[in-house]
């Protein structure tokens, strides 16, 4: 480590000793003005050895006890690089009292954020949202035709809550509650995403990969040459390292994310674990690496691309509706006996549509105008009654075609008879 970069350290552990209570909350704000002093946390933190580390972890775990939020935001930060130190100390030569001071942060700050301000359990409560709903995730219109059943109608606008806790308190680490404390840290992690700095998602992505990697073939491949041996996880800790590495993906870190993210898969397929396997695979094809790096940008809005429905309201080809039934009915009388085509262009450029109508007479001949034209100007042995229409009369093309729609009701009139009384005597 470097003189200078100690010498930050050093300053920024003095200066908070000796500032009063009235100052902390304009102390906090300033900073984000001290370039220098993240990097030079991270260099502490990643030390084997430093004398520095002890009064470093001391220094934060004030800071997360104030309960002044951006001194709280300030310590999460370093939340991946610290669990990688301690997921790292079993199996590096680390002096153990300088994995202790880790342990003491971690554990201090999980039993801070189990309890309220009043000494009590925390239970916390997620709402699952309904598919009958929408949300700025999709639109109920376009699932389509969802099956009204008499269980989906009871529980049509009800909303799931799952709790979580309480918890509880932990005064040293073991094999059976450390995933269990980890995965709680990562929950308040990914609760405040939006303030974390690139520096800080890069070292999320970097502990995936580690943690998922070590001590398999694919080590080799992301060549890395850290310890060989492996890590045991839990399914719970990789969903929330896929939640923080979907944000980073959206957020600039899109190199860093898109391996982090197959490798966290890769583990999840080796342990076979449903949760992780299904929370990543969907995020992977959800994200298109084109679009994400000609607009993702690390100095833009934090924000996650999520792609949203239309709104647009769409009505589901199977929706049974009063209207399709009516328009079901017409279709089959009008099938029976009236087929509907298209008539040619009109004179004055205009199409309309005339009904073809097909007579069946008494002796089988079925009478049925093959061209519609001739009928303009019927003729008085065909059309009968027809002909009492005088041709020299002639308002014009519209008064043809309502006389000779008239002769044809007629004939069908009194072609009914005969054609119902023939039928019946056979």
Known sequence: MLAMDQGVVEEWLSEFKTLPDSAVSSYAASLKDKGSLIPAIYKVIRENYSDLLEPVCHQLFEFYRSGEPRLQRFVLQFLPELLWSLLLAPSAARDPHTSGCIEALLLGIYNLEIVDKDGQSKVLSFTVPSLSKPSVYHEPSTIGSLALTEGALANHGLSRVVYSGPHLQRETFTAQNRFEVLTFLLLCYNAALSYMTSSSLQSLCQLSSRVC???????????YK???SRLTVTSEFLVQLITGI?????????????KALDDVLYRAQLELFPEALLVGNAIKSSQQCAALKSSASKEGARSIQVEITPTSSRISRNAVTSLSIRGHRWKRHESQEVSVDSDPATPGGQGSSVPEISVTMPNGDSLRPRDPRPLIQPEPELLGSASEVSPTHDPGPRGQEVRRQKSVRRLVEEGSGPCTAGRAQY
């Open 226 to 228: 850290g310890i060989s």
């Open 213 to 223: 990697i070590c001590g398999y073939p694919r080590q080799q491949l992301r060549r």
């Open 246 to 258: 979907h944000y980073a993906l959206c957020n600039g870190e899109v190199d860093l994310g898109t």
